[in-house]
């Protein structure tokens, strides 16, 4: 959810019931939304997980636990 500018929060009041915005943002939510996508975007990076060349779920989940593993001693 993208924070609602000062000059356009009288605008959206009255369009709460037509699909208006949100009446406040929950900062912390979107904090920890930020981090999971930002980890799945490097997670994509990774040619083998982007293409998806394996079969099965132990394999992928293995490839995806050495991606974390290369990400986190890079940072």
Known sequence: ???????QAAGHKGNR?????PPALDR???KQRYTVERCGN???QR??????YDKNA????????I?????????
């Open 1 to 7: 959810m993208i924070p609602q500018p000062a000059d």
């Open 17 to 21: 019931s037509l699909g208006g915005r």
């Open 28 to 30: 912390e939510a979107y």
């Open 42 to 44: 490097r997670l994509k």
């Open 47 to 52: 040619r083998g997980l982007a293409t998806r």
């Open 58 to 65: 132990p394999a992928c989940l293995a490839r995806v636990h």
């Open 67 to 75: 991606a974390g593993s290369f990400i986190w001693s890079a940072t």
